[in-house]
């Protein structure tokens, strides 16, 4: 079976170990970037699913989004928005990612989460 491949965009370094180590202990390929990339960065690295932090150094993770998300090469891949925001839900909803996540997350959330857009053959 082809590992499914998750692509992690998180400045926390913390969080971005968590995630990395739930993700592989589910047999899943893990990127990860602790700044945003450029859409056509992300389009060559061709990831199933997207994990994408709000608040990032350089540039908000909800912009990001919306510009994957109006890009015809990247539009498709699902996107989970993730933040400690208050209004993280109207953030998701404005950038049209496909999910969030509000810090701090539930781990089984999480995995649900990736159960739902990589398919329940993803080892859990």
Same mark, same amino acid.
């Given at each position: 079976m082809i590992k499914k &491949? +998750? %692509?992690i965009i998180e400045d926390d370094p913390d969080i971005l170990e968590t995630i990395e180590l739930i993700l592989s202990g589910m047999? /899943?390929? +893990?990127?990860?970037?602790?700044e945003a990339l450029e859409t056509n960065e992300i389009y060559a690295l061709a990831p199933d699913l997207i /994990?994408? *932090?709000h608040w990032l150094h350089k540039k908000l993770g909800g *912009? %990001?989004?919306l510009a994957l998300k109006t890009d015809p090469? &990247?539009?498709k891949i699902p996107i989970i928005m993730m933040s400690a925001d208050l209004n993280i839900a109207n953030v998701a909803r404005y950038s049209l990612a496909d999910a969030y996540l509000a810090k701090p997350f539930d781990i089984d959330e999480l995995v649900n989460l990736t159960h739902k857009y990589l398919g329940e053959n993803v080892n859990a």
């Open positions: &491949t +998750v %692509l047999n /899943i390929h +893990v990127m990860s970037a602790p /994990i994408l *932090d *912009d %990001l989004c090469h &990247t539009k």
